[in-house]
Structure formats: structure tokens, C-alpha cells
């Protein structure tokens, strides 16, 4: 079984351009999550889909960050304009909908840089 | 506001001891735990689990153990071996949500 693809792996950008990152789930896997983690905590949700509709995006930056999941399937992040601040790792999940232990899996994670 | 919080930031263990993780948590709505592996520009790998109605789980060298009066759970690794070297994160669910909180991390470095 293929595992999470993101992409791109590593991005450096200057602040206030934009940036987008890709993500393939697990097939079959209906909930898809966007994580960000920041160099010494953990990672932290910024949205929540389950198939193409948001279950939670409480912890979203909308002014700067949007995310769309067409189709039920693959996702993009997009940071439009990114700060200094939003240098991080940005890790895309899945699960299926309904979970014995509610294992998530992740990514590899995009690696962003703004300078 | 930090719900799940693993109070050190590293930890040493010497080859074929015991290492033991630990995380604090403040949300009595959570009713899953979990523990994710985390090796250098990788994604966190799901390692081991445990129900909030279960106090003890074990995967061959992994055991979690919970204490829900304390609102404490912990890994244990034993024997630890150098491939355990990794940053380790709780992880806890909400109640009726699939989405999860994550701690810090710890990273455990496992000497020779």
C-alpha cells in the first residue's frame, strides 16, 4: 500500500510570496488532514477534511492560507503571502473514516523556508 | 493552551536499558492515546496506541501505560536499541473527533 505523498519536499521563498504544497493520501482514506510543524514543537492541525468537505479548520491562518481538497482525493495548501513566521514543516495525513485506534498517517512533510 | 505536554525535551539511555517517555495531559474529553515516532526529514510513524479504558498496552518492546486519575501516560522501551534513536510525540484524541493534539516531542538518543 502506498503511503502519503507530498510534494515539494523543500521550498525556500522570500516573505510576503506564495508558496503551494501538494498532498496524495492513502487510496481509500476519506479524512485528510494538513498539519504544520514548527522546528521544536509538535505538529499542530490547520485543517481537516473529510472527503472533499472541511471538518475543522479552526487553527487555519484564512487570511494567509487556503486549502481545497477537489474530487474527495488529492489536496493543496496554498500560503499567499508568506511571513517569516510560517517557516515550518508542512505534513499531510490520512486516515480512513472510521478508525480502530483512529491511526493517522502521515507524510514526509514539505519542508518551507522564508526568508 | 498546551493539552498534551511532554515536560522533556531530550533523554539519554544507555543500549539494552529501559527508556521510558512520558506526557502529561489536561482534557479529560480525550479518549484515545497514542505514540508517533519521528526520524530526521520523515513524517511521524504510528508506533503504539491505548483506549482511555484500558491502562496498560504492550507491542513486543513497546508498552504504554496510562494513568487516568494523574492524567499521565508513558512509553516504555526495553531493551532499547540504537534504531529507537528518534524524536517520540504523544498524541491524544478528542472525544467524537478524529483529529489529534499533539505534545512537543522528546528526543531520545540511545547510546552504545
Known amino acids: 500500500e502506498a503511503g502519503v505523498a507530498q510534494s515539494p519536499r523543500y521550498k525556500i521563498i522570500e516573505k510576503r510570496q506564495s508558496v503551494a504544497f501538494w498532498c496524495n493520501p492513502i487510496?481509500?482514506?476519506?479524512?485528510l488532514y494538513w498539519y504544520q510543524q514548527i522546528l521544536g514543537q509538535g505538529p499542530k492541525l490547520l485543517i481537516q477534511f473529510q472527503n472533499n468537505g472541511v471538518v475543522d479548520d479552526s487553527q487555519l491562518p484564512k487570511d494567509r492560507f487556503s486549502a481545497e481538497r477537489l474530487k474527495g482525493v488529492d489536496s493543496t495548501l496554498k500560503i499567499q503571502p508568506a511571513k517569516l513566521e510560517d517557516s515550518a514543516v508542512y505534513l499531510c495525513?490520512?486516515?480512513?473514516?472510521?478508525?480502530?485506534?483512529?491511526?493517522?498517517?502521515f507524510g514526509e512533510g514539505s519542508w518551507l523556508t522564508v526568508v | 493552551d498546551q493539552q498534551v505536554k511532554q515536560n522533556s525535551p531530550s533523554l539519554s539511555v544507555q543500549e539494552g536499558r529501559i527508556s521510558i517517555l512520558n506526557c502529561d495531559y489536561t482534557?479529560?474529553?480525550?479518549?484515545?492515546f497514542l505514540w508517533y515516532k519521528k526520524y530526521p526529514a520523515e513524517g511521524p510513524t504510528f508506533l503504539i496506541s491505548?483506549?482511555?479504558?484500558?491502562d496498560k498496552n504492550e507491542d513486543g518492546r513497546f508498552t504504554v501505560f496510562l494513568n487516568k486519575s494523574a492524567k499521565h501516560l508513558s512509553l516504555h522501551i526495553v531493551p532499547s536499541q540504537p534504531g529507537d534513536s528518534a524524536v517520540y510525540f504523544c498524541a491524544a484524541r478528542i472525544q467524537g473527533a478524529q483529529k489529534l493534539v499533539f505534545g512537543q516531542g522528546t528526543r531520545l538518543t540511545i547510546n552504545p
Open positions: 482534557n479529560s474529553m480525550f479518549d484515545y
Open positions: 487510496s481509500g482514506h476519506a479524512t
Open positions: 495525513a490520512s486516515s480512513r473514516l472510521q478508525t480502530a485506534g483512529n491511526t493517522i498517517y
Open positions: 491505548i483506549s482511555s479504558i484500558k
